[in-house]
């Protein structure tokens, strides 16, 4: 099984999109195929034996064409640059011609029109363009609608309009049949004609709308560097002396190339590095404005951009396994997918078509039995009004172009969201389960208390704090262990002493000689073993610190404890703010950790939480979550929707089994593909915005849905003409067709209006 997406132009509605699906689906092997009108990206589920011919084809019997090149998005955006300008095109020479046409057509209202101008032989020389040449696309998509037994927006307008010419065509040769009929020989060419104009200037606008929403995408691609500066080293890839350096364009950068960066240029790939340091603005990925110092054997991520200092990288991640291309990838995957709230707006559509023709065939024949004389004129402009005035594009942008819209913030936001469906569920969202390690916490132990003993003088006369630091840091620098790695950053700024007769004791800490003072570190234990003379004020503040959570480091100076460090791995600044907001927005928080009771309510407390799952192994985890979906909450009596916010390999269950997965994008790659939401950075603050982003995005979606369904309920059956009998008002159909464009736009526009929301 195969999950493939590429891309289609040439669609025009929301009804495009379901009838090339359909005809997917028929090609033998496909399993499921979905596609997104508003991304105009085509998502199918089949074998691993169909070919993409075989997609291709079936595709372009509809009139459509799909997209399976490497460079797919450079030839999209060629193609509908191009269609947009033949669409301009067509909008000016129709508008005009149209125009015309009703000035021709109303010689009693435009009087200043020489009589000569009104012959209905040249008002159909100015419509016959209009019709089949402006309105060519309608033709050939109804033609292959129907050789594949389906039909669309398209359909519609070809039928109505075609109506309304051939009628003024046949009244044109034959206006003596007409007369004897009792009716009146009248033309609308004009109808016709301003119809199609109007359709079409309604498509050129909501085509450069829609420009507009998948601009995130744009901008992610617009970050990437164009080229990288290679260093020639020897290698048959390149010709030269070994050691000079040539820039090449970044798709010839291949993994092991040793790459230069200089000061102020963008990093080309991801990879490590090998020589020199620098710092370097990593906002884009992470969100954070200050630079990130990196020295040898550090991580640097392509297309951020180095701010000082030059140095050399190997490349280790190159085209589409580089960070930006998976942000991008993840960000066009979510916009092509579909929400669930959008199945019922792809039913109606479904059926939406064969509906509006079968009601305006009704009522034709309900005006041209029962209407008022010229009744045969009344039934076709209903019959026309209705066809016209029709509109399940409307409906098919509801969803998409928020969804597009929403997505795409959320990426600028550093907030990536895999698919749609995560983005419908995080609003309803009522408990929240956060991992400690990395997630709450910076996931390093540091430093957070050092304390000397009050009456340090006597044991070291000539003593000052920096001196016994540098005595803790030289012993520390010898030991591995992750919290002598924590002292020895905190005291990185000390001297380095001589050091003799080191001692790792395993389970217990470190001893040796720094200047001849004999110093011994480690904890509560190693000073009973080697009877170290306590000190009462330290003791004191170590059974407050362990209360705390925090572990604890005596230090011992010729057999007399002088000294104690509390270590700890402390909360991310935005932890705390972030519980807060979330219990505001009437969110249960938990906190699970696989340490003690007593230490994960220490963090906890810090954090304002109360609920402390403690004791917890790694494979427990997704069990817990399990048991918190179906258990009531305090907001919520119903079992519950739960969102998991972990990093690390061990959290991967649990971001799989909850409703909405959300994994730091400092964490692990298993975590961060797992997840269906994605946090750059270290931002927890962000777990809030990505749940006001979805609230906000089903807002504009409902609100866009209600107003596509309310918009046909109410103008359909005035275009049939319910409202003549009270009041003798019909729907013109030029009005109709105007009606038809601005409901698109508006629900366009509405999805718009999401870019400029905060969240």
């Known amino acids: 099984m195969k999950k493939r997406s590429f891309l289609i132009t040439g669609m025009h509605c929301a009804s495009c999109a379901s009838n090339i699906a359909r005809v997917l689906k028929r090609v033998p092997g496909v399993i499921d195929a979905n596609v997104n009108y508003a991304s105009e990206q085509a998502s ?365 913030k959320g990426a600028e936001s550093g907030i990536l969201i895999k698919d749609a469906q995560s983005l419908e569920i995080a609003n309803k969202i009522k408990t929240v389960v956060f991992d400690k390690t990395g997630t709450l916490t910076l996931g390093q132990p540091v430093v957070t208390n050092f304390d000397l003993m009050e009456e340090i003088e006597k044991v070291l006369p000539k003593y000052t704090s920096s001196f016994i630091l540098s005595l803790i840091y030289s012993l520390e620098k010898n030991s591995e262990h992750p919290l002598s790695l924590a002292v020895v950053e905190y005291a990185k700024n000390s001297k380095t002493l001589t050091v003799s007769d080191f001692k790792a004791i395993e389970g217990y800490g470190i001893s040796g000689k720094v200047n001849n003072y004999s110093v011994v570190i480690g904890n509560k234990k190693l000073m009973e073993k080697v009877k170290i003379i306590k000190c009462a004020e330290l003791d004191k503040k170590a059974q407050q610190y362990a209360q705390e959570g925090k572990s604890l480091a005596y230090v011992a100076i010729n057999k007399k404890h002088v000294a104690l460090l509390a270590i700890a791995d402390t909360l991310k600044p935005t932890a705390k703010s972030t519980v807060e907001k979330l219990k505001l927005l009437g969110i249960e928080v938990f906190m699970i950790t696989g340490d003690n009771q007593e230490t994960a309510k220490a963090i906890a407390s810090q954090a304002g939480i109360t609920n402390v799952m403690a004791h917890v192994l790694p494979a ?57 939401i994605t946090i750059l950075g270290r931002d927890l603050n962000k777990v809030v915005q990505a749940i006001n982003l979805s609230k906000k995005t089903m807002f504009t979606i409902k609100s866009n849905l209600f107003f596509a369904f309310f918009y046909n309920m109410v103008l359909i059956p005035v275009a049939m003409g319910v409202l003549y009998p009270l009041t003798g008002l019909l729907l013109n159909p030029m009005l109709a067709a105007f009606a038809m464009a601005a409901s698109s736009l508006s629900v366009v526009g509405n999805s718009l209006l999401l870019k400029r929301r905060s969240i």
């Not at 997704?622 to 969102?643: G, H, Q």
């Not at 971001?655 to 269906?676: N, P, Q, R, Y």
């Open 44 to 408: 199918v589920e089949c074998d691993i034996n169909v070919s993409n011919d075989k997609l291709k084809d079936a595709v372009s019997s509809l009139g459509y064409a799909a997209h399976f090149e490497e460079n797919a998005e450079n030839v999209v955006e060629k193609e509908k640059k191009k269609e947009l300008l033949e669409l301009k095109e067509k909008v000016v020479i129709s508008g005009f011609l149209s125009i015309l046409l009703v000035l021709f057509s109303f010689p009693e209202i435009f009087s200043f029109v020489p009589q000569v101008l009104n012959s209905y032989f040249l008002l159909l020389i100015l419509a016959t363009p209009v019709q089949f040449w402006a309105g060519r696309s309608f033709y050939q998509a109804t033609i292959s609608s129907l050789k594949n037994r389906t039909a669309g927006m398209d359909t519609l307008i070809a039928i109505g309009t075609s109506a309304a010419y051939f009628y003024s065509l046949f009244v044109t040769f034959f206006p003596d049949v007409i007369s004897q009929t009792g009716e009146m020989a009248g033309v609308y060419f004009d109808t016709a004609s301003v119809i199609i104009t109007l359709i079409l200037l309604g498509r050129y606008l909501e085509a450069k709308a829609k420009a507009q929403t998948s601009s995130a995408i744009k901008k992610l691609l617009e970050l990437s560097a164009k080229t990288a500066r290679v260093v020639r080293n020897g290698s048959p890839r390149f010709a030269g002396e070994a050691g000079s350096e040539i820039d090449i364009p970044i798709d010839q950068v291949v993994a092991g190339d040793v790459l230069r960066v200089r000061p102020g240029e963008k990093i080309p790939v991801d990879g490590e590095i090998i020589e020199g340091d620098s710092s370097i603005d990593e906002s884009m990925v992470t969100g954070e404005s200050i630079p990130v110092e990196k020295k040898q054997g550090d991580q640097v991520i392509g297309s951020t951009i180095n701010k000082s200092g030059s140095f050399l990288f190997k490349a280790e991640k190159v085209g589409k396994e580089t960070l930006l291309s998976q942000i991008i990838e993840m960000v066009k995957s979510a916009q092509g997918s579909k929400a669930p709230i959008q199945r019922l707006a792809d039913v109606i559509s479904s059926y939406f078509v064969p509906i509006v023709i079968i009601l305006s065939v009704i009522t034709f024949i309900i005006w041209f039995d029962f209407g008022p004389a010229p009744s045969f004129i009344f039934a076709l402009l209903n019959f026309i009004a209705v066809l016209i005035i029709a509109c399940p594009c409307a409906l098919g942008l509801a969803t998409p172009t928020a969804i597009m819209v929403g997505t795409g």
């Open 620 to 676: 427990d985890k997704a069990n817990k979550v399990k048991e918190l979906k179906l258990k009531p909450t305090t907001y919520n009596l119903k079992p519950n929707l739960v969102a998991f916010v972990g990093d690390g390999i061990n959290d991967a269950p649990a971001l799989a089994i909850s409703d909405v997965g959300i994994a730091m994008g400092t964490g692990t790659d298993v975590a961060i593909e797992t997840a269906s």
